[in-house]
């Protein structure tokens, strides 16, 4: 059986990326999932200086084994100022320190959503464009519009044209992990 590691890439209790990422990560019915929360992993804020003063932290070669262990990766992203949440992109930073590939070129699944109409569409192309030459193979990828209307943590996606799209990337996903 094939595992996955899965998160949403933002530091909220309530986050509406971590229920999707949950959600989708049930999707991928032949994988075994660890769920990682980004909370487990709050480092202080990366900078040369602190690399150079104390290392690289712990918790930064822990979640990079983490990614390095799985089969393949499942990320929704919150969008903050068109970005990375600050929760994610803190531990990137910190883990892009350590030996390449940051991504050991695992497949890849990158979702996004927002409560608004564009769903996170900035952050996720962000994110489409840069983990390929960050040794990210990304194979699937997919925004959720209006969270509120189109997701119930009972049936996951209700709307029924947008089901069907998450369906078509999540069977390129499934096809990669193999
Ligand atoms: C600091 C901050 C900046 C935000 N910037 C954006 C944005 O640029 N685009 C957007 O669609 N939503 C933005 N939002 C709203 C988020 O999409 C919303 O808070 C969403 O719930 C975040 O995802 P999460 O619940 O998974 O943390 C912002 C929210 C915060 C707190």
New binding site residues.
Partial sequence: MSEIVAF?????S???????ATWASTQVIEAEVKFLDLNDFEMSIYSLDKEQATGIPEKAKQFKAAIQEADGILI????????Y?SAFKNIFDWMSRLEKPIWSDKPIFLLS????P??????LATAIGSFPHQGGQVVASFSLPS?NENFNSEEGIVSEVLKKQFDEQLLLFREALG
């Avoid at 959503?113 to 608004?116: F, I, L, R």
């Fill in positions: 949403g890439a933002s530091s909220s309530q986050s509406i990326n971590k229920q999707l929704s992203f919150a969008e903050h100022n068109g970005s949440s959503s927002s409560p608004g564009r769903g996170g569409k900035n952050v969270f």
